[in-house]
Structures are given as C-alpha cells and as structure tokens.
C-alpha cells in the first residue's frame, strides 16, 4: 500500500519568508501532484510533475524520483498564501487512482 | 466556463435517508472522480469515471452508487446514509490520454451531515 506523508503537518511563517513543504511517498509512482485548499475549502491544482522542477509564479516545486520526496517551495511567501497543501500521487501506468497525503497547513502572518 | 459544479452546497441527512449529490463538468473532460474528505484526513477516492458509461470503484466505495450516462454528469448516489457518511465531498475532473493523468479541477465541495 502507497504511504504519502507530508511535513510538517502546521507551519506559521512571517510574511516574506522562504517556505518548505516536504512529501515522502513510499512506492514508485507516475506522477505526484501539489493542490491548494483555500480556507474556503475550495481546492485547485498547482504541479503536477514526474521529474525535476516547475516553477510558477513564487512557487516551485520539485521532484526526487530516486529518494522518493518532493518539495514545495514559496519564495516571499504572503498572507494570502495561507491554505492547506496537499501532495498526491498516481502509482503506475493504468493507474487512475491518487493517494492524498492529509495536509499541511500554512499560516502567513503580516 | 464554469468548471466543475456541485450542488448542493450543505446538506442535513436524517440516517436511513437517501440522496443524490449532483457534479457537473463543462470542459469535456473523459475522467471524472467522486472524492471525500473526513477532518483531518487525506482525500479517498469513492468512485471514479474514464467515460460516459464507464465508472470503477475507489478505495472507500461502500454505500454509495454513480452513474455517468453523458460526459458532462457524474451523479453521486447515497442509498440509506448513515453517520459514518457525514463528510465533505469533491467532484473533480480532468482531461486523460492513455495512462498518463492529468492535473484534476475540483468542484466547490458539499458539506453532508448524516444525524
């Protein structure tokens, strides 16, 4: 069974600085995805990737296959970057099933 | 476009009734996923669609039932809801070739709470 963990699980953060948001996973994968959950509660995606890096906007996010981890990046991170994170990931080929970590939850104080 | 849409928003359930929680995607997208989410627990798939005609069982699919006759709807049946039901539910959708899956869009969400 897929195990995806992600830490940490709360993270308070001023605003302007460099924020980490780690996902280990413990079987090969396809592909892993990062998503965004407004307080709100609506979600969007923001990566999906396979290997290496994307960037966009103050966000990067970035894959070691070998290792079995990723990370998210927000550079100059912003109150209105406080959400939930969540890291997914799709096994294999023919798979169409994500297995979800259970969150990390960002706050950015002004 | 409007996306992935869901209604209702909030629902009351009393146990032993049933419902149908409506999901609707206007981008043609093949795949589409009924998901929901508990406090404090990662997203788990209920059911999942690849097509108009086609859907599969998730990993958490007791109790409940889907259809997709077309590929815009994606209908999630509640037969007899119990407690263990209270959640809050996503429909997402994407646009898949092959085996490779691509980013999900998710609908607003339906809070559902079974007394």
């Known amino acids: 069974k897929n195990e995806v963990e992600q830490s940490p699980q709360n993270l308070t953060a001023q605003e302007g600085e460099f924020i980490t948001i780690n996902c280990s996973y413990s079987v090969g994968i396809s592909a892993l995805h990062w998503l965004q959950q407004h307080p709100g509660g609506g979600i969007v995606s923001l990566f999906m990737l396979s290997s290496g890096k994307k960037k966009h906007g103050r966000l990067i996010a970035t894959i070691n296959i070998q290792e079995k981890h990723s990370s998210l990046h927000i550079t100059a991170s912003h109150p209105r970057d406080s959400a939930v994170y969540i890291c997914a990931v799709a096994l294999g080929a023919g798979s169409y099933q994500l297995t979800f970590g259970k969150g990390t939850k960002l706050s950015v104080i002004p | ?115």
């Open chain 2, 1 to 115: 476009n409007a996306g992935v849409t869901q209604t209702p928003k909030f629902r009351i359930l009393k146990i032993g009734q049933s419902m149908t929680l409506q999901c609707a995607q206007d981008m043609n997208h093949n795949y589409m996923y009924w998901y929901r989410q508990d406090p404090g627990m990662g997203l788990k798939l209920i059911y999942y669609s690849v097509g108009a005609g086609i859907t599969d069982k998730g990993e958490v699919p007791n109790g409940y039932n889907v259809s997709r006759s077309t590929t815009e709807y994606f209908p999630l049946r509640l037969e007899l809801a119990a407690p263990s039901q209270t959640s809050v539910y996503f429909c997402a959708s994407s646009y898949s070739k092959g085996y490779d899956l691509d980013e999900q869009f998710f609908g607003p969400g339906t809070r559902l709470t079974v007394l």
